[in-house]
């Protein structure tokens, strides 16, 4: 991906491309997609305590963190402040996403949560980030 379409503290795909890669690209939301999203705790106060400079260290590291656990994905993108999305797609997509999931909780480093989930068969995109944020935010 060329630089000037990543985001610019994480290196990631920016949120646009998203919806554009896994709606436009894929040929719509269908069953075989699923996602793992991450938050990363305590930036904030990262933010507030250490300077934004040091925060954005703490993105970096998360994404790359996401980017060793989830090399199969179609996408990595940042969704926005401190929400970070890797999607699969394929028949076996659920069992990636769960598996990307499971790795990230199991490292410790930096704190970051991760949830994952599949779509239904002909789901919308936006409904399964909801359904997955919401698993995210309980956990």
């Known amino acids: 991906m060329p630089m000037a379409d990543a985001d610019h503290v994480t290196g990631l795909a920016p949120r ?11 040929g719509g939301p269908a069953a075989g997609l699923a996602i793992v999203i991450c938050d990363v705790v305590g930036l904030k106060r990262v933010n507030e305590e250490q300077g934004f400079l040091a925060g954005d260290a703490v993105l970096r590291l998360a994404a790359d963190r996401l980017r060793a ?52 068969a002909d789901e919308p995109l936006g409904p399964l980030i909801e359904r997955v944020y919401a698993g995210l935010r309980r956990s």
Do not use: K, N, T
Not at 16 to 26: N, R, S
Not at 83 to 90: K, N, P, R, Y
Not at 108 to 113: A, E, K, N, S
């Open 69 to 120: 656990a989830a090399f199969g994905a179609v996408l990595q993108a940042r969704l926005g402040g401190d929400e970070l999305i890797a999607a699969f797609v394929g028949r076996d997509a659920a069992e990636q996403a769960a598996r990307v999931a499971a790795a990230l909780a199991a490292d410790g480093l930096p704190p970051m949560r991760s949830a994952a989930g599949a779509a239904a």
């Open 16 to 26: 646009a491309a998203v919806e554009a890669v896994l709606v436009d690209g894929c």
